[in-house]
């Protein structure tokens, strides 16, 4: 399940005539939003003065705007703790960086079932499915930045995206996306400047990474 298939399911939720699923629907999309702010907002409407005369769309549109202003806040204080020195940038830090990026890409688009969005609702990571007492909504984000076998972090621009999707995400959106191709014979990217070396060793099976050889 990702993070595009929760956004989606949550923005077709919001118009379920039960009011049950509509808050299911309303809870997915504020915990994606918390992951991939820009990818929720695709699914919605423009957030302008039209939009937010619709109750529920202003309700969801508050609770966005209360997590943003969550994120300048602990990257405001953040910065202050650094430049007081209470911080050392040589000591390691069991939180993940507020100012990261977290993005998800991923190549499969499989079938999936209305009890998913649930799962949010549990303390459980929506890629590994594993749960934990401590997937608070800081424990999620520490989860998904160091620790969740499902994601990685891109070794140029350090976003998060899916394992499964690292190759789209090199070719298509990472800052050096001009040093890589697609391999039409696997998938995979590769540097283009390797790229006919790449082809004599190419298993020919996709893997989704990528190859620096």
């Known amino acids: 399940m990702t993070c595009r298939v929760l956004?989606?399911?949550?923005?077709?939720?919001?118009?379920?005539?039960?009011?049950?699923?509509?808050?299911?629907?309303?809870?997915?999309?504020?915990?994606?939003?918390r992951v991939n702010p820009r990818l929720v907002r695709k699914q919605?409407?423009?957030?302008?003065?039209?939009?937010?005369?619709?109750?529920?769309?202003?309700?969801?549109?508050?609770?966005?705007?209360k997590i943003d202003l969550e994120r300048k806040?602990?990257?405001?204080?953040?910065?202050?703790?650094v430049r007081s020195g209470s911080i050392s940038s040589s000591q390691p830090s069991s939180r993940a960086p507020e100012a990261l990026h977290i993005s998800f890409y991923s190549c499969s688009r499989g079938t999936y079932v209305m009890t998913t969005p649930l799962v949010l609702v549990r303390r459980q990571?929506?890629?590994?499915?594993?749960?934990?007492?401590?997937?608070?909504?800081?424990?999620?984000?520490?989860?998904?930045?160091?620790?969740?076998?499902?994601?990685t972090r891109c070794i140029h621009c350090q976003e998060v995206v899916e394992v499964s999707g690292l190759a789209s995400h090199l070719v298509a959106d990472c800052d050096l996306r001009h040093v890589y191709s697609r391999c039409h014979n696997c998938g995979d990217a590769v540097e283009t400047d390797l790229s006919e070396r790449h082809l004599a060793l190419c298993p020919g099976k996709y893997s989704g990474a990528y190859a620096m050889l």
């Not at 939720?13 to 808050?23: I, Q, S, T």
């Not at 890629?127 to 499902?150: A, Q, V």
């Open 7 to 33: 956004a989606e399911l949550g923005a077709s939720g919001l118009h379920h005539p039960a009011e049950p699923v509509r808050k299911v629907a309303e809870r997915v999309l504020v915990q994606v939003y």
């Open 125 to 151: 990571c929506i890629f590994c499915l594993r749960t934990s007492d401590s997937f608070t909504e800081e424990g999620l984000n520490i989860h998904y930045w160091k620790y969740c076998p499902m994601l």
């Open 73 to 81: 806040q602990e990257v405001c204080d953040r910065g202050k703790l």
């Open 44 to 65: 919605l409407p423009p957030d302008d003065d039209i939009t937010r005369r619709n109750l529920l769309y202003r309700h969801l549109m508050t609770e966005f705007d």
